[in-house]
């Protein structure tokens, strides 16, 4: 299954992007982004399920945590999308 990958500045925006989403309902789990995604040194990724980008989203842009880039992996790489 396909998931989502939005990248974080920190582990602190993660963890509060995590916590945020999950006090919604919304599952997803948090690790250090890969290095080819993004020039950050410190970036982690939040992973979620497709159905759930338009509430993570809303809920994160509320929270005033917004993401550096989304990315949807695809076969023989990432490809990065717009909200």
């Known amino acids: 299954m396909e998931h989502y990958l939005i990248i ?22 948090i690790f250090r ?3 080819d995604l ?15 980008l338009t509430a993570a ?3 994160i842009h ?3 945590l917004d993401p550096v880039q989304i ?3 695809q076969a023989g790489g990432m490809r990065e999308v717009t909200p």
């Not at 993004?38 to 759930?52: F, H, K």
């Open 57 to 59: 989203l809303q809920i």
């Open 38 to 52: 993004t020039s950050l040194g410190c970036a982690y990724a939040v992973e979620l399920a497709p159905p759930d």
């Open 8 to 29: 974080a500045r920190s582990i602190t925006y993660a963890q509060r992007m995590q916590r945020a989403l999950g006090k919604a309902g919304i599952r997803c789990r």
């Open 33 to 35: 982004a890969p290095r």
């Open 62 to 64: 509320r929270e005033h």
């Open 71 to 73: 990315f949807l992996p």
